[in-house]
């Protein structure tokens, strides 16, 4: 939506607002809808046209046919197109990320999907770190492999060196189109360098002339403490699902950056119809208000944990973040890309295998057996057996995914409880 009314003021006098203060009334006007504080949920298919030459022009601006005026705003058409749920709740997404424009999806993989189709055709070519989720992971290695795109994987925690070596060989299979990221990778933690990547991106460019799209999925630490447009990445990407819904029920996904950019991922979402529906949009904004009081939380509960796991006979690995050495490659990359907070994702590895790592999970009562993350409430699961469990064994194992690797995502409960937890499951072990 064009940022030219009122009701998208960022500052107070000269003092900018915080995305935090912003989440309760940006880009709304109670005045527009009888002066009801919260946005009304705008449950419709589709949009009355004042006349017939404002439904002409609304098409001309959604078709592209036409430039948009510097403070015209785009009429509504057809919820597939547009609807202002979705436009509201993208303008308050863009915040975190300082990006220009943003779009919300059905889900996490259909932002990711739409994303990779607008810049991809055949015959050309993807850089992706690796482990990446596994539903991505699937999509490059499996579906779009099918329409001539191939791929060209390097580890998450490779160097600038090592990043630019694999992009020479990937141009020699074609085109490099898109540095696909995920960072910190899931699950593994391990973090991916942006700046890297945007240097190697550079010379690319002058090399080939072709300018690869670095998108970033930023599910695990954004949009609170990681913002990789800031270090030169395109597009950022978002499953919803996870901390933004943050309430384990829904499913949505985003993706944000230039407003040249998103607009064309724009005209493939409204082709291929991977937009979130109203009621999603309006649960998420509600979410929106609390994220990071929910962030927060959750992450300090999980460095108490992560301590105590650290410290337990029966664990031999803890993949948090905030453990990293300052002095490691990994951790001064943490120091440079992240702002401060480690998030409440993490996995570690049990004493012992698949057989320790099951009877761990199956003893749990409180946090919870299930695959998904960022919720008030913790979850465990099993990468190796579940979420990768697509992955080849040596895939698995080259990229650390162990029978002994289990992921925890902690919750807003108290972190008295879930200690407690923790400490009678591994006793069973
Ligand atoms: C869950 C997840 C996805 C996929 O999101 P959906 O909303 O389930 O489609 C993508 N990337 C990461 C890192 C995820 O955790």
């Known amino acids: 939506m064009k940022l030219t009314k009122s009701y998208h003021h960022r500052t107070l006098g000269n003092h900018p607002l915080h995305p935090e203060t912003l989440m309760m009334s940006y880009g709304y006007d109670p005045k527009f809808s009888e002066g009801a504080i919260k946005a009304p949920?705008?449950?419709?298919?589709?949009?009355v046209f004042e006349n017939a030459a404002a439904g002409k022009s609304f098409f001309e601006l959604a078709y592209g046919k036409r430039q948009r005026g510097p403070a015209e705003d785009p009429g509504m058409i057809y919820s597939r197109i547009n609807n202002p749920d979705l436009e509201i709740l993208e303008d308050r997404l863009t915040l975190w990320d300082d990006a220009q424009d943003?779009?919300?999806?059905?889900?996490?993989?259909?932002?990711?999907?739409?994303?990779?189709?607008?810049?991809l055709r055949p015959g050309d070519v993807v850089m992706h770190s690796e482990p990446i989720y596994g539903g991505s992971d699937?999509?490059?290695?499996?579906?779009?492999?099918?329409?001539?795109?191939?791929?060209?994987?390097?580890?998450?925690?490779?160097?600038?060196?090592?990043?630019?070596?694999?992009?020479?060989?990937?141009?020699?299979?074609?085109?490099?189109?898109?540095?696909?990221?995920?960072?910190?990778?899931?699950?593994?933690?391990?973090?991916?360098?942006?700046?890297?990547?945007a240097t190697v991106r550079d010379a690319a460019l002058a090399r080939t002339g072709t300018r690869a799209v670095i998108?970033?999925?930023?599910t695990y630490l954004g949009p609170l403490w990681q913002h990789p447009l800031k270090h030169g990445a395109d597009i950022v990407l978002y499953s919803l699902t996870k901390y933004v819904g943050g309430h384990s029920d829904v499913i949505a996904g985003a993706a944000l950056g230039s407003a040249e950019l998103i607009t064309l991922v724009r005209g493939f979402?409204?082709?291929?119809?991977?937009?979130?529906?109203?009621?999603?949009?309006?649960?998420?904004?509600?979410?929106?208000?609390?994220l990071s009081l929910r962030m927060t939380r959750a992450a300090d509960n999980a460095r108490v944990v992560a301590d105590r796991l650290g410290r337990h006979p029966k664990v031999t690995a803890v993949h948090a973040l905030d453990r990293l050495d300052p002095k490691s490659?990994?951790?001064?990359?943490?120091a440079r890309q992240c702002n401060g907070a480690a998030g409440s994702t993490f996995s570690f590895e049990i004493a012992g295998g698949e057989a320790e790592a099951f009877r761990f999970l199956d003893s749990l009562t409180l946090i919870k057996l299930a695959v998904s993350?960022?919720?008030?409430?913790?979850?465990?699961s099993h990468p190796a057996t579940m979420t990768h469990?697509?992955?080849?064994?040596?895939?698995?194992?080259?990229?650390?995914?162990?029978?002994?690797?289990?992921?925890?995502?902690?919750?807003?409960?108290?972190?008295?409880?879930?200690?407690?937890?923790?400490?009678q499951a591994l006793a069973k072990v």
């Open 41 to 47: 949920l705008f449950q419709t298919s589709t949009f």
């Open 102 to 119: 943003g779009l919300v999806f059905s889900s996490g993989m259909a932002a990711i999907t739409t994303s990779l189709l607008s810049f």
């Open 138 to 197: 699937f999509l490059l290695h499996k579906i779009l492999p099918q329409f001539g795109i191939h791929y060209v994987g390097f580890p998450a925690d490779a160097s600038g060196d090592e990043i630019e070596a694999r992009m020479r060989q990937a141009e020699d299979m074609g085109p490099v189109r898109v540095i696909y990221l995920e960072t910190p990778a899931n699950p593994t933690n391990k973090l991916a360098d942006i700046a890297a990547c």
């Open 215 to 218: 998108m970033v999925d930023n």
């Open 269 to 290: 979402r409204t082709i291929l119809g991977t937009m979130c529906d109203p009621h999603t949009g309006w649960l998420l904004m509600r979410s929106l208000e609390t």
């Open 329 to 334: 490659a990994q951790g001064q990359l943490f």
């Open 373 to 380: 993350l960022g919720g008030t409430e913790s979850l465990a």
């Open 389 to 423: 469990s697509d992955l080849s064994p040596e895939n698995l194992l080259r990229t650390g995914i162990t029978p002994a690797l289990i992921r925890l995502s902690i919750g807003i409960e108290n972190p008295a409880d879930l200690l407690v937890d923790l400490e």
